[in-house]
Every structure is written in C-alpha cells, then in structure tokens.
C-alpha cells in the first residue's frame, strides 16, 4: 500500500498550507479523503475514476488534471489515486480558493 503525503512542493505558500492541512492518504482508502465538493466534481469530471483518461485533450484522473497543470503547480505527476487528490487540491487553491467556488464555476461554464 503506498502512502502519500497531502503536502507536495508547490510554488504558493498558500496552497502548502492548504495542503499541509489535508489528511494522510492511502491507495487503498482513498474515497474516504474526498470532501463532498471534491466528490461533486470528481462525479462530474471522471465519474470518481482515478483512470479516466479525456482522449480529447489528454486530461485524466479524478480531477481530469492536464500535465501542464501538475507542471505549473510545481507538482509531479502520479497514477496514485493520493496524488491525484493533493493535486487537485492545490489547483482549486490555487484557481478558485475552495472546492465551493470551483464547483460554483463548474455549474456556470461545464469545467473548473
């Protein structure tokens, strides 16, 4: 079972804390680390499938992250479930401040 810590490198101190903050998770529980916005978009977005791969543009996982999205963040890319969700939370940190502004922006234009 690998374990992955919830507080990756990133370029805001804001979204470290943020993260910093967040439980340990493991591959094998890790449903039980989604808030209820997360899951909201996760549904959305792959249907909460750490698999989910978008042909059309190459975004994939529970979030439907892209590459350059890890990148930006300063993050590396993982097929670990665990990994997936500190990305995406450190990507709506960074974006939108809370999992309720992303899924506020999700409803209004289909993606966050």
Same mark, same amino acid.
């Given at each position: 079972?690998?374990?992955?810590?919830? $507080?990756?490198? $990133? /370029?805001s101190h804001d979204v470290r804390?943020?993260?910093? @903050?967040?439980? %340990?998770?493991?591959?094998?529980?890790? @449903? %039980? !680390?989604?808030?209820?916005? &997360? @899951?909201?978009?996760? %549904?959305? &977005?792959?249907g909460v499938d750490p698999t989910?791969? &978008?042909? $059309? /543009? #190459?975004?994939? #996982?529970?979030?439907?992250?892209?590459? $350059?999205?890890? %990148?930006?963040? #300063?993050?590396?890319?993982?097929?670990?479930?665990c990994a997936e969700i500190a990305?995406? @939370?450190?990507?709506?940190?960074?974006?939108?401040?809370? !999992?309720?502004? =992303?899924?506020?922006?999700?409803? =209004?234009? #289909?993606?966050?």
């Amino acid at each position: 079972m690998q374990e992955v810590a919830a $507080s990756p490198a $990133s /370029t805001s101190h804001d979204v470290r804390a943020h993260l910093h @903050r967040a439980p %340990r998770c493991t591959d094998a529980h890790w @449903r %039980r !680390f989604l808030g209820p916005d &997360e @899951r909201w978009i996760d %549904r959305h &977005e792959s249907g909460v499938d750490p698999t989910q791969i &978008e042909p $059309s /543009t #190459g975004a994939y #996982g529970l979030g439907q992250l892209l590459a $350059s999205t890890y %990148r930006d963040l #300063g993050l590396v890319e993982s097929p670990s479930p665990c990994a997936e969700i500190a990305a995406q @939370r450190a990507y709506m940190a960074e974006r939108y401040g809370s !999992f309720a502004h =992303a899924k506020a922006h999700e409803l =209004a234009v #289909g993606w966050w």
